[in-house]
């Protein structure tokens, strides 16, 4: 069973720094996309950031330039380094990984159980 586990959030105040680590485990085919979204209270989710395997990445508007994302494809890894944080960050991060098989036909979509950060002003 694939699990997507987060780690890293936390409450910061504006301008500071967080990093956030989503573990995959349970895989069996392979992982193409991966991506970290938020969702804030009254909001609906969005994306924040994706990386391929082949490191293609893609940034929201409102993160590019603060927020890298990275992974590693031999640990099945993704992290999320939030730099010059800011109030309106704030919201829960979810990690997302989309499964290929060797045909490169989807094999699923799964979510992490999400982390919140909190940023104060």
């Known amino acids: 069973q694939v699990q997507l586990v987060e780690s890293g959030g936390g409450l910061v105040q504006a301008g500071g720094s967080l990093r956030l680590s989503c573990a995959a485990s349970?895989?069996?085919?392979?992982?193409?996309?991966m991506g970290w979204y938020r969702q804030a209270p009254g909001k609906q989710r969005e994306l924040v950031a994706t990386i391929t395997s082949n490191g293609r990445t893609n940034y929201a508007d409102s993160v590019k330039g603060r927020f890298t994302i990275s992974r590693d494809n031999a640990k099945n890894t993704v992290l999320l380094q939030m730099n010059s944080l800011k109030p309106e960050d704030t919201a829960v991060y979810y990690c997302?990984?989309?499964?290929?098989?060797?045909?490169?036909?989807?094999?699923?979509?799964?979510w992490g159980q999400g982390t919140q950060v909190t940023v104060s002003s």
């Open positions: 349970g895989i069996i085919f392979s992982i193409n996309a």
């Open positions: 997302n990984a989309n499964l290929v098989d060797h045909l490169l036909i989807p094999r699923g979509e799964y």
